[in-house]
């Protein structure tokens, strides 16, 4: 207590840094470089739910911050010369891309130990640091405009059970199933934005908004189906088998955003 700032220059090596909250919020704000070597940051509270999570990677390859909120009281750490976080702070998650156009993927994750982890999930944004999380129920990912491309898979990751994407510009999105029996269902939606509940393994609600095209891709086939919930609707179909467009219309005659869809082995339905 009673300091302004805390520089940690972890050297050569393969360093790892945890800032543990579950005794309360470290609340001077950290400066961490890893130095040479491949280096990690852990995120850690066994006690306590943030009430706000956002992390920032770049601008360089590297470089990020990520800043929670528990109880009130503000922990920043600012890091450079890292591989990728982990965090396991329960509570929510927004990760914010950059003001230009970004390649965003979402999926499966790995744990602290770098070993992959069905009850984790992965956040990157470009080739910046990847963010590794679990413990979350609900992940934002916002582009911060620009014309950026979001790869969405299907993936456990513990608790987590919906997903938001901020677009901008003339964004796209891709939504992956996890390879089994997956169930797409389009719950709604507006000129912008699509919502759409993914069953499989697990169930996750995908809300995608400020975009101007979405895949649902079922991968494998492996009896993927595709319902949406509007009979105003046009369904044609693609090139190859099990692909097509839907475009819906809602009963006051507004269009809705098209969905594009592949490897769905079932017919779609209008329901």
């Known amino acids: 207590t009673g300091f302004s700032s805390l520089a940690i220059d972890a050297g050569a090596g393969n360093d790892m840094l945890t800032v543990d909250s579950t005794n309360g919020v470290v609340a001077t704000p950290i400066a961490f470089d890893g130095g040479t070597g491949s280096n990690t940051l852990s995120l850690v509270d066994a006690a306590n739910t943030a009430t706000s999570d956002v992390y920032s990677p770049g601008p360089a390859t590297g470089q990020g911050t990520d800043t929670l909120v528990i109880a009130g009281n503000t922990e920043s750490v600012q ?88 677009g901008g510009g003339t964004s796209s999105a891709t939504l992956t199933g996890d390879g089994g029996a997956d169930g797409f269902k389009v719950l709604g939606g507006s000129t912008t934005s699509v919502t759409v509940g993914v069953h499989g393994a697990i169930t996750t609600t995908y809300d995608v908004e400020g975009v101007n095209s979405v895949l649902l891709d079922g991968v494998g086939f492996a009896h993927s189906t595709l319902s949406f919930p509007t009979v105003n609707a046009s369904v044609t179909p693609g090139d190859s088998t099990g692909s097509g467009l839907i475009d819906p219309i809602d009963p006051t005659g507004i269009v809705f955003l098209p969905v594009a869809y592949v490897h769905i082995d079932n017919p779609v339905t209008l329901a």
């Open 79 to 166: 890091f450079t010369t890292l591989t990728p976080v982990y965090d396991s702070v329960a509570g929510s998650v927004t990760v914010l891309g950059t003001s230009g156009t970004d390649a965003i993927s979402y999926g499966p994750g790995h744990d602290a130990t770098g070993a992959a982890n069905p009850a984790w999930g992965q956040v990157t944004v470009d080739n910046l640091e990847a963010l590794n999380f679990t413990n979350k129920a609900a992940l934002t990912i916002n582009g911060l405009g620009g014309n950026d491309i979001f790869a969405l898979t299907q993936a456990t990751a513990g608790s987590l059970s919906s997903v938001t994407i901020e």
